[in-house]
């Protein structure tokens, strides 16, 4: 059985945090099991590696797209046809089936 782990809830004198930094834990907004990080001393715990790999979370997605465009994502639709979606150069959205020529 996997080891509980009391958590605390710090003072509200948070001069000191504690900087421990992928720490066996489970996520506080979603109980999974793992290895995360604390950015209020304890209180609450983010995974952010399991054995499922890397975990994101909303803010990871919005650092990501702060600094990563894409020329184009590809899609799988329910009949397991692949597209393409990009956009033009006034915006539009552009769908391209995947082996047509682009």
């Not at 399991?50 to 803010?59: E, V, Y």
């Not at 990501?64 to 397991?80: Q, V």
Request: proline share 4%; glycine share 6%; with cysteine.
């Amino acid at each position: 059985m996997a080891d509980e782990q009391t958590v605390t809830k710090p003072s509200d004198d948070l001069s000191y945090i504690d900087s421990h930094v992928l720490v066996k834990c489970r996520d506080t907004e979603t109980n999974v099991p793992g290895k995360g990080c604390s950015d209020d001393n304890g209180a609450t715990y983010t995974v952010v590696v399991n054995t499922d790999g890397l975990m994101f979370h909303q803010k990871d997605a919005q650092k990501i797209t702060r600094c990563l465009t894409f020329e184009k994502l590809k899609f799988k639709s329910p009949n397991g046809t692949a597209f393409y979606l990009s956009v033009s150069n006034d915006g539009q959205p552009v769908f391209t089936k995947v082996g047509d020529s682009q």
